[in-house]
């Protein structure tokens, strides 16, 4: 089973994340942020990891910290749980339609983190939240998982439907990049034998 925990704690934010890659989806999140509780629930849930996060941050001042440190977080356990990433597919792209809503979402466990974020907000806020607030949370997942990671929405009018539709072809795209091919199983899907560094 490749499964990680990961402790994050700062003077800003106390985090705690446990993942299994092998799961079937079961989640418990809590972060006091709502919106984001239903996003991360809608990660696991699509790409059948089992995810826990426990998040406790400095809400008083805004939802920026807690957020983008629940994707370092997140991001982190994805990284060790793959470990050296032997047997995986590697390559994941999915499309999500949500109502109005179109998404794209195709990614590379390549170990060279990069975000390519095209997604524009048609409203600032989301409830309490910043619209904004959810590219920090895709780069610093990106940035922590290893991931080559580009987002992009295609068309849509309702902000809860854009938003929604990125994390879940997240979850679609990761679940295909983390699934082991069988012809594979001992070794990197690099010609290099190693993911990271250079092309």
């Known amino acids: 089973m490749r499964t990680a925990l990961v ?17 079937k989806g079961s989640y418990d999140v809590s972060t006091g942020i709502g919106f984001l509780d239903h996003m ?16 406790s941050g400095d809400l008083h001042i805004d939802f920026h910290h807690t ?17 050296d990433r032997k047997g995986i597919n590697r390559y994941g792209s999915f499309f999500i339609p949500m109502d109005e809503t179109l998404t ?3 990614l590379d466990c390549s170990n060279r983190p990069y975000l390519i974020w095209r997604v524009d ?15 920090e949370w895709f780069q610093a997942f990106a940035q922590s998982a290893g991931i080559t990671l580009h987002v992009e929405n295609i068309y849509g009018e309702n902000t809860h439907h854009i938003v929604e539709s990125c994390y879940k072809g997240l979850a679609r795209a990761l ?6 091919d069988p012809r594979q199983v001992d070794s990197v899907p ?10």
């Open 7 to 23: 402790e994050r704690n700062t003077n800003e934010t106390q985090i705690s994340v446990a993942i299994n890659l092998d799961g």
């Open 40 to 55: 991360l629930e809608q990660l696991s849930r699509h790409s059948l990891i089992d995810l826990n996060v426990k998040a």
């Open 67 to 83: 957020t983008e440190d629940s994707g370092y977080a997140v991001g982190e356990a994805v990284a060790q749980a793959l470990g």
């Open 104 to 106: 794209r979402v195709s």
């Open 121 to 135: 907000m048609p409203a600032p806020k989301l409830g309490d939240m910043d619209s904004e607030l959810f590219k």
């Open 175 to 180: 679940k295909q990049a983390i699934d082991i």
């Open 190 to 199: 690099s010609t290099k034998g190693v993911l990271g560094g250079s092309l």
